[in-house]
């Protein structure tokens, strides 16, 4: 890390310390841009990260992807370039020293407008990659987001010079050595983009069954194809990544709401509610009713959930 780059990581990390009011995720007054801040290591917390850029500049989180385990820290950004189900938990963080990052979050069509804006040729990968990917953030991408952060400062500018800073960032990100995978979600037609409608189409119909047959022909592939490109890109099938949504949801409403599991379980999508609460308990460790009670005892992780 160079003296450059320790120099501005302080910086945009005072610059978030400056304007987080409470622990976890904080939105700023700038759209899109987030800060968080963690005073300790936190209990693994599962969430849907929606596309974004996320900056680390202290402490250290690791994210499990299905099977797969992403840990990184400072100078390190993390992208998740469609909606995915997660497990997350920052494991290096004290009051002194505090887990700090800069999140952004960003559509397809503003990357498309990107690629579409640029004169360079972008080339359609044949190869699947996973969604979400880890990179080393340089100077230009930390200047760009400073900037952008620092807009807090002088919220009579946001609205001019935010849509200019963010577009600055999402290019330099795009440029970086893993850009292509970000690339390719937001190019129509490829294998990639054709996925991502899939992820989508499951997002906003979760509760609802669906025939795999069906996905095939909205993605213009095969079975085969699909499961085959469906798991390359997000590390589950289509049918766990439904499941995930809809027990994330689950747990979210019995937080927030005075209602017993059948009924949520009915809500989400189940037919069955012990079948709910098997798989329930499969992924949050606890039935229902004990989980609930236990994140209500513990308000911090209870908001984070």
């Known amino acids: 890390m160079t003296v450059q780059t320790t120099n501005q990581l302080s910086e945009l990390g005072k610059l978030v310390e400056r304007f987080t009011k409470e622990e976890g995720l904080n939105k700023t007054a700038v759209p899109s841009l987030f ?3 963690e005073s300790q290591v936190t209990e693994p917390i599962h969430a849907v990260f929606k ?9 250290e989180k690791e994210v499990l992807l299905a099977q797969d385990r992403f840990q990184y820290g400072p100078e390190d950004y993390i992208v998740s370039s469609v909606h995915l189900p997660v ?18 979050e960003f559509t397809p069509r503003e990357i498309f407008g990107l ?22 953030a340089d100077h230009p991408l930390l200047d760009a987001a400073t900037r952008l952060g620092q807009l807090l400062e002088k919220p009579e500018h946001i609205h001019v010079l935010a849509p200019l800073y963010k577009k600055e960032i ?8 893993h850009g ?4 390719q979600m937001a190019i129509e037609g490829s294998q990639t983009y054709r996925i991502s ?3 989508d189409h499951i997002k906003l119909n979760y ?3 669906f025939r795999i047959e069906d996905l095939a022909d909205k993605a213009n592939m095969s079975v085969a194809t699909l499961h085959r490109y469906f798991k390359q890109v997000t590390a589950m099938s289509p049918i766990q990544f439904q499941k995930n949504l809809r027990l994330q949801e689950a747990r979210r409403r019995l937080l927030a709401e005075s209602t017993d599991a059948a009924e949520v379980a009915f809500q989400v999508g189940y037919e069955s509610p012990s079948q709910f609460s098997r798989e329930y308990s499969r992924m949050f460790g606890l039935p229902p009713k004990e989980d609930i009670k236990q994140l209500r005892a513990n308000p911090l992780q209870s908001k984070n959930a």
């Open 197 to 199: 409608e899939v992820i």
């Open 51 to 59: 596309p974004s850029i996320c900056i680390i500049l202290q402490g």
């Open 35 to 37: 800060f968080i801040r």
């Open 87 to 104: 497990i997350g938990q920052v494991i290096k963080a004290s009051k002194d020293a505090p887990y700090l990052a800069f999140k952004l």
């Open 115 to 136: 690629i579409s804006d640029s004169n360079s040729q972008f080339e359609r990968k044949k190869n699947m990659n996973r969604a979400m990917y880890i990179s080393k």
């Open 170 to 177: 999402l290019y330099m990100v795009l440029q970086g050595s």
């Open 180 to 183: 292509a995978i970000l690339r």
């Open 207 to 209: 509760v609802s069954a």
